[in-house]
């Protein structure tokens, strides 16, 4: 048996071919284990992992004393494959992800289809929450939405979209608008559906679910505050302990509210409380104060603009060390500009990724200095000798190899 990791990372699925075609030939073969559960589609460009990440949680605390499993499928991964599929918080098997992988591979072969990475993994999760009897699972777009192969589900019982903005412009469009409107196509005739009014794309999202007779569900007010030493979320005039940092995430709470009411499970005070207690979503303006270290997944100037605001307010008065990696498909150069203020030092990792960005490729369009780092042992050192703010960002995949070396607490 092939390890699965080498079958994703081969030259043949190792690419981006948006397209329902490949995905749906597979599932049918499969039965379509997609129509089984009961589905939330989570789509946008920031905050769609944290979105789906509350809901899970809320849904776990609401049937963790029942036999209700709670299927999660997000990406990208920050250690292993196995990260993207979970139930009740648990990743998928070593030898079960690799049998699932091997297996589905060798039948899609077997009938001439050439499935990418992402239509394997969709097409492995999907049939993963079927064996184990999953009834609910929350679905992440992997990128934009129409074409995307999680759009392969017929009825979601709510689709969520997140704040719009530039990314994969390549791919996706270079307006918010066009963005919309790929993000758009997850929307289902007669379904329901959560958005913000102040999302970028509203009036696309609105004309789309008019169009397709979709309810808009009403999305709460909430804010969240740091008071003390401690994150909270208040809801109603309520406050409520809550894990994720950052003024942002009171969007991706209220939308992830409005989903959970949209399909019916009532919660209580007690469960909400636990949620959002326990939620985590590693590399999130996760904090690591012993070490003095801020690690980030933000990755498009819009998540840079996020991150930027909460280190000038949060950490005004700090000097900042800046380790910054990223892919050479992102618009680098303005996040950069975001980013990087006339105080900051700034130093550049060059991961080992396939379409990691070079230290040539920067010099040769950002002009402000950087240091690269050539290896793990340098960026230790920088941790270890420096009592400045460490703040690390750009990439998940950066993030992800470097931390894998680096233990934290």
């Known amino acids: 048996m092939t390890i699965a990791s080498e079958i994703l990372t081969s030259h043949k699925k190792f690419h981006i071919s948006l397209g329902l075609d490949r995905i749906s030939k597979i599932l049918n073969l499969l039965n379509n284990p997609q129509d089984k559960f009961k589905i939330i589609h989570v789509a946008g460009t920031n905050g769609k992992g944290s979105t789906s990440k509350i809901i899970n949680e809320i849904l776990i605390q609401k049937f963790k004393d029942t036999d209700v ?8 991964h920050l250690f292993s494959y196995t990260e993207r599929i979970k139930i009740n918080n648990e990743n998928i098997s070593d030898n079960q992800f690799d049998l699932l992988i091997n297996e589905i591979d ?3 072969r077997e009938h001439d289809i050439e499935l990418t990475e992402f239509e394997l993994l969709c097409a492995v999760a999907f049939q993963y929450f079927y064996l184990e009897k999953v009834e609910y699972v929350i679905l992440e777009v992997g990128l934009g939405g129409l074409y995307d192969a999680t759009n392969v589900v017929k009825k979601p019982l709510v689709e969520i979209i997140t704040e719009l903005d530039f990314d994969h ?13 790929q993000k758009a196509g997850i929307i289902k005739q007669n379904s329901k559906v959560a958005f913000l009014k102040s999302n970028k794309g509203y009036n696309i999202l609105k004309n789309t679910a008019l169009e397709k007779n979709a309810e808009i569900i009403k999305v709460p007010d909430v804010k969240v505050v740091f008071e003390n030493g401690l994150n909270y979320a208040i809801i109603n005039s309520k406050k ?32 909400l409380k636990q949620a959002l207690k326990n939620v985590q979503w590693r590399f999130r303006l996760e904090y690591h104060n ?42 680098y150069k303005s996040m950069l500009d975001i980013l990087i203020k006339q105080d900051d030092e700034f130093y550049f990792y060059e991961f080992n990724y396939p379409n990691a960005l070079k230290f040539k490729e920067l010099e040769e369009k950002y002009q402000k200095k950087a240091i ?19 703040v690390f960002c750009g990439s998940l995949y950066m993030l992800g190899q470097v931390f894998s070396k680096i233990k934290l607490k």
């Open 240 to 271: 409520y302990e809550f894990n994720l940092l950052g003024a942002h995430q009171a969007d991706n709470l209220a939308l992830a509210l409005a989903g959970v009411n949209a399909i019916g499970v009532e919660i209580s005070s007690d469960i």
């Open 169 to 181: 412009t390549q791919r996706l469009g270079s307006t918010i608008d066009e963005i919309a409107q």
């Open 106 to 108: 060798n039948y899609a």
């Open 290 to 331: 012993d070490k003095n270290i801020l690690i980030d997944g933000a990755h498009n100037p819009s998540g840079i603009r996020t991150l930027r605001h909460f280190l000038d307010l949060k950490f005004k008065n700090d000097k900042k060390i800046f380790i910054f990696g990223c892919l050479n498909n992102k618009d």
């Open 372 to 390: 690269k780092l050539d290896n793990i042992a340098e960026i230790e050192e920088i941790i270890n000798k420096q009592s400045e703010l460490k």
């Open 69 to 76: 499993k709670i299927g999660l499928f997000t990406s990208p």
